[in-house]
């Protein structure tokens, strides 16, 4: 299983893998049948979740069901218990929107939900990250997850986030992290090649490697940005049953003061 896993990531595009993978995997659960794992976003528990990787694989990632891996899993957690997401009235914009989240989002009726990317055939709007068709000051949250070390210009994307969210409003803006994390943040529009850039940025389609800075990059946009080491307050118990991420940080933005 890891090794069509790790095809289908490296060699198949995300838009159509975002159409075919749900019921491929969803079948593919069924030989995964257990209670040793629980995913929080859908419910559904397994003996084990399946491997998930481009290059190296990850053991027990990926939810069958859903298609939650760790990060998905730890950020369902910490909207539900650490901010007003589920209860509040709010307009949410979904950058780049997670098959995992996107049903289970729209679904609720506290939420005014809309998704946007450039290519999923899945989202409402298509647009560029980079020149957003909203006015500014109308959303009241963002979720942008692993998009910004694809865009060309991150600094132009994430002060589009800052412009259309209200003056309350607060976005989670996540990057990934390859180890060991450089200081300050890599990034060279010479490296075209995808091999090199595989090499050089940890994944093909990538254009940057981030770095310890990667917070002051989001101020830079004017966020005020709260580093959340969540992961820290769950149970040990819980970290294991829903396979989550040993050292992710939410990295929590809001366009007023904190």
């Known amino acids: 299983m890891r090794y069509l896993i790790r095809f289908?990531?490296?060699?198949?595009?995300?838009?159509?893998?975002?159409?075919?993978?749900?019921?491929?995997?969803?079948?593919?659960?069924?030989?995964?049948?257990?209670?040793?794992?629980?995913c929080p976003v859908c419910g559904h528990h397994y003996r084990t979740f399946l491997p998930y990787g481009?290059?190296?694989?990850?053991?027990?990632?990926?939810?069958?069901?859903?298609?939650?891996?760790?990060?998905?899993?730890?950020?369902?957690?910490?909207?539900?218990?650490?901010?007003?997401?589920?209860?509040?009235?709010?307009?949410?914009?979904?950058?780049?929107?997670?098959?995992?989240f996107m049903e289970r989002l729209e679904k609720m009726k506290n939420l005014d939900y809309v998704t946007?990317?450039?290519?999923?055939?899945l989202a409402e709007v298509k647009m560029d990250v980079h020149h957003m068709p909203f006015d500014e000051n109308t959303f009241d949250v963002a979720l942008c997850n692993h998009v910004m070390e694809h865009v060309e210009n991150d600094l132009i994307a994430m002060k589009e986030i800052f412009r259309v969210l209200k003056t309350s409003g607060w976005a989670i803006i996540q990057v990934p992290f390859f180890h060991p994390v450089p200081d300050r943040t890599y990034e060279d529009r010479s490296v075209t090649d995808r091999r090199d850039r595989e090499k050089a940025f940890g994944q093909d389609d990538h254009v940057r490697k981030y770095g310890k800075d990667y917070a002051d990059r989001l101020r830079l946009a004017g966020f005020n940005v709260e580093e959340d080491n969540y992961i820290q307050d769950i149970d040990h118990e819980l970290v294991a049953r829903y396979a989550l991420p040993a050292d992710e940080i939410i990295y929590l933005c809001r366009k007023g003061y904190l």
């Open 8 to 38: 289908l990531l490296r060699y198949v595009p995300r838009k159509y893998l975002q159409l075919l993978n749900n019921r491929l995997l969803q079948m593919a659960g069924l030989f995964y049948i257990g209670s040793n794992v629980e």
């Open 54 to 100: 481009r290059l190296k694989t990850r053991k027990n990632a990926l939810c069958p069901n859903c298609l939650s891996l760790e990060r998905h899993r730890l950020l369902w957690l910490y909207l539900k218990n650490k901010t007003g997401f589920f209860d509040e009235k709010l307009k949410v914009l979904h950058i780049a929107p997670e098959i995992c």
């Open 116 to 121: 946007a990317d450039i290519e999923s055939p």
